[in-house]
């Protein structure tokens, strides 16, 4: 079975409208529910798992400034309300995370900094 992240998720089931018990126009003739469901799996999961992604993403930014204080200048993996796992490099991290079984579509990696990104768009 495809493995998707939250936000895969969320494009899914807004597009299929799988919540809702059925599929919209532009996937009808491609997709029925029954092979969506196959694909995708479970609605009600891919549900639970969206909520519980972003509620992560909620905790997260309000736990950053003591985030910040125990992991500056360090990479974490944050699944579940938890820091999992940390290291000095996003490749050691990704290695961390793989051996304890977390989900890379479902947790949240970041660069804890003091220092704010410049984002160019």
Not at 26 to 44: C, Y
Not at 98 to 119: F, N
């Amino acid at each position: 079975m495809y493995t998707c992240g939250a936000v895969c998720w969320r494009a899914i089931l807004s597009l299929a409208s799988v919540r809702a018990g059925h599929a919209t126009t532009s996937v009808t003739s491609k997709f029925t529910k029954k092979k969506l469901i196959e694909l995708i799996g479970d609605p009600a999961e891919a549900t639970r798992s969206l909520d519980q992604f972003e509620r992560d993403a909620v905790a997260l930014s309000k736990k950053y400034p003591r985030l910040l204080l125990r992991y500056s200048g360090q990479w974490i993996a944050y699944y579940r309300g938890k820091v999992r796992a940390q290291a000095d490099s996003l490749e050691s991290l990704m290695e961390k995370t793989d051996g304890l079984g977390l989900p890379r579509g479902e947790m949240h990696v970041r660069y804890v900094s003091p220092v704010e990104p410049i984002l160019i768009l």
